[in-house]
């Protein structure tokens, strides 16, 4: 047996582990977090989707960046292209809520690997200039302890070594939570919150735009159109996990 493994039992008898999904113990487990089964349980999109909007294809339909889907042609995005990694339920629910709400920011390697091992993630992300976290107001921020999109975007920047501009798309409003908002609620809720403090940073840049979870999109759409009038080249939303029902 090797030493990782003496350490791994050791820690197992004095403080046993269980999987933050369905409470199973994790005692001979190498699963850190999850037991095996959940693990394989992670609602990975894995159907063809519109690399414009991110809606869902047929298996025949395709869709270029420029000209979208049936669901987004002639739409104006302030994003050019879109990523989702997975769905935002069962265990990637459960790994989102703990992370952010149980403040379980260790959770943040686990949710960031889950992240770059995603294929179109690493098309996307070599081919860019810089990485943007959505931001959090900072009252916000202090309070959880952290920025979750910042912790994810930190996994990206390391990876990939590319540079991670962090503070720059900044949120000026602490508005309320969106959560049992509708979407235009949402859209009167957000306006105006953010702004780009140093514009010159982003003008012919190629970025990505990295958010924990899309449901309808206005957050990620409000922080695209300032980096658009910031002269952002193009803009590449990354997102950990999407509502199923989404507009």
Known sequence: MA???????????????????????????HGLYLCETCAGKIPYISHPCCIRCGALLGPH??????????????????????????????????????????RLKFLSRLLHDILISHGRV????????????????????????????????????????????????????????????????RQVNIHNA???????????KRVVLVDDVLTTGVTASECSKKLREAGAASIHLLVLATAKHHD
């Open 122 to 185: 690493r098309e996307v992300v070599p081919d860019s200039d810089v990485i943007v976290p959505v931001p959090l107001h900072w009252f916000k921020k202090m309070r959880r302890g952290f920025n979750q999109s910042e912790l994810l975007s930190l996994g990206i920047q390391r990876h990939f070594s590319k540079p991670l501009s962090a503070n720059n798309l900044c949120r000026c409003r602490n508005t309320a939570s969106q959560t049992h908002l509708s979407k235009n609620q």
């Open 194 to 204: 953010f702004f780009v403090a140093v514009p010159e940073s982003f003008r012919g």
């Open 61 to 102: 339909v395709k869709s270029k960046a420029k000209e979208g889907c049936a669901a987004c042609k002639g739409k104006y995005l302030p994003f050019d292209t879109m990523t989702s990694v997975a769905y935002y339920d069962d265990v990637m629910k459960t790994l989102i809520h703990k992370f952010k709400y149980a």
């Open 3 to 29: 030493i990782g493994d003496y350490l791994h039992t050791f820690l197992d008898i004095f403080y046993p582990r269980s999987c933050l999904h369905c409470n199973r113990n994790l005692n001979n487990s």
